[in-house]
């Protein structure tokens, strides 16, 4: 039932996410009352917790592709559900409880669906070969395949707390990209009567809603897709130049000591994946250490120093978004608004906001939303509609055919 327009009493909701950059747990404590137009939410308490050393560089490993066994698997999924237990635990400290867990999990692969037309079944096959074909689950490689770590089920036994988790399966099975999710969110808590806004994550990977003025058919007009790399590659390069001894630029003052080459961002802003029309998304497997290395390689060249190279990276993350805005919105936004990690990054707003002469380039904090906790938030409201039985996903942002429920409730019980 979509009890949209119904009176629901505000409830706490706990919101967790590691994202990408495996920077460590966002929790967020919320409260939420309202549905969908009327939703409202309250932060209660935000915070980051780092994952203990060991555990991080394994997920980075498996993330990067090291081979794992069976029980290694199992122990690294109850490991990361454990973490992210305790992360609910501690933000719960000095608060009253939650009711409900909304948690996003440690995505350690993503592979985006394949386009009608790129599997050879599609090709050549008759319709009864095909149907055929796909009774045999023979069409299963062309759905889309993401893995999130730390399973709900136990984050539910360990908190006494019902738990709803695997939020990017529903959208996948479907056909759609399972990502980004937060876009729908996005929409009903920062969407604006006479404004369009486009809010930019800027993660490891950067993501977009693009949401217009709030009026007529503002709904079926919204947009959202993987924008690209935002910190990915500038903290792995931060690493490489560093030895390891740094994982990110601070405010991105090395990157504005240097100079972008700009020959350099045009022949990168080449690649494939920016010209792919959306929906469409991407992660570390694209934007991770192999790409990198190429940039490297590309960049000697040039002879630029470390950092040239941080302000090049950078370039190409703020380009790489101004020009998929050009290019694949219906219309520029009259704002766009930063949150993420990368809205830290004050050498990247201004390079962003010099693209982009003509729209300021603030952070959602400065419209009420606090920048840092946005996606943990997002993971709390998903969870809650799960719960009012409300669809999650924007179908024009992962590329499903239809709304859906998200999310696999895990119920708490008590002994
Ligand atoms: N003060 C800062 N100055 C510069 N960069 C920062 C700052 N704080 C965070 N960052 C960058 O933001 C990154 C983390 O951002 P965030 O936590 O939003 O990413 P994520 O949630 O892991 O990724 P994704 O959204 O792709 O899942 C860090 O790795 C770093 O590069
Ligand atoms: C598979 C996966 O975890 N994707 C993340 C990643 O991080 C940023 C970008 O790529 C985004 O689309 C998505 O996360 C956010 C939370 C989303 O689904 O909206």
New binding site residues.
Partial sequence: MHPVGQTTAPIRVIGL???????GI?AALIEISGTELDLKIELLAGKTYSYPAELKEKILAVGAGEAISMPELAELDDAIACTFAQAAQNIQLNHQSASLIGSHGQTVYHRPPKKAGEAEEHTSTTLSNQKSRKAEGKFSADLGYSLQLGRGDLIAHLTGITTVSNFRAADIAVGGHGAPLVPRVDAFLLSHPQEGRCVQ?????GNVAYIPPRRDDWLVKIRGWDTGP??SL??LAVHHLTAGAKT?????EWAASGTPCNPLVEQWLSQDYFHLPPPKSTGRELFGVAYLHQCLQDAKAYQLSPADILATLTELTVASIAHSYQTFLPQMPQRVLLC???S??LYLQQRLQLLLPSIPVLTTDEVGLNADFK?AIAFAVLAYWRQLGLPGNLPAATGAPQEMLLGEIHPSFVN
């Fill in positions: 996410i590691s994202g990408t950059s495996v920077d966002d994550n800027l993660g490891g990977i935002a910190n500038l903290d990110y630029d601070e405010s991105g993420g990690g990368g830290r990054n996606e």
